[in-house]
């Protein structure tokens, strides 16, 4: 397996502009975690979907996020519009299961100007 | 929710000697504590994992321990390497909280 998937790996974009991340998991696996890592605050947890339903949503920061899981093996973050505090690496993350092991993908580094 | 924390936030160490970090965590619910490697440029990746049924549980050169009663568990890295220098984070299973990553330095 190719492991999780995770593009763009890098985005530069100006403040106001729409962001689209997007992930792959590894297939077979059923949980899916967005998080985010700065250096300020570490790694954070943004959104956690199990069996493509969203289960807890409540580490995105402000309605400025989304994110969606249309099937399996798809999820999106969006942020519109983007602002240079959100400026960080995206890690997605898959598993089989809240209480065991996840599988990080390579992260999406976000620059805002 | 979940609240973890994790000392020191920096440790050099020199090549072969060990090393150890320590997390402390609050929800007495959690049951999986999973240990993370992230070297530069890339996601975090599982290097060890205990669960609350487990004391200590051993990998090679690494070990983690488990006091439930008093909350915290630790990484063990014996015979450290220069390879070995990476962030390492801890996580209790509730609500999916890191710790704020050690970064340990090996000095060959």
């Known amino acids: 397996d190719a492991g999780v998937i995770q593009s763009p790996r890098h985005e530069v974009t100006e403040m106001g502009q729409e962001v689209t991340l997007r992930c792959k998991p590894i297939?077979?696996?059923?949980?899916l975690f967005w998080y985010r890592q700065t250096m300020m605050r570490g790694l954070e947890l943004l959104i956690y979907f199990n069996n493509n339903v969203p289960i807890d949503d409540s580490g995105m920061p402000e309605d400025r996020f989304s994110a969606k899981m249309p099937n399996a093996s798809f999820s999106t973050l969006k942020i519109q519009p983007s602002e240079p505090r959100d400026s960080a690496v995206y890690f997605c993350a898959s598993g089989t299961g809240p209480s065991y092991e996840q599988y990080f993908g390579p992260g999406t580094r976000l620059t805002v100007t | 929710g979940e609240n973890v924390e994790q000392h020191p936030s920096t440790l050099s160490v020199q090549e072969g000697d060990s090393a150890v970090i320590k997390c402390t965590y609050s929800?007495?619910?959690?049951?999986?504590f999973p240990w993370y490697k992230q070297e530069l440029g890339k996601g975090p990746q599982l290097i060890i994992d205990i669960r609350s049924n487990v004391g200590e549980k051993k990998d090679q050169r690494i070990a983690v321990t488990l006091n439930k009663t008093a909350k915290h568990f630790s990484l063990h890295i014996t015979e450290t390497q220069p390879e070995d220098s990476a962030v390492y984070f801890c996580a209790a299973s509730s609500d999916f909280y890191f710790g704020s990553g050690t970064k340990l330095n090996v000095k060959p």
């Open positions: 929800d007495s619910a959690s049951n999986y």
């Open positions: 297939s077979g696996h059923n949980s």
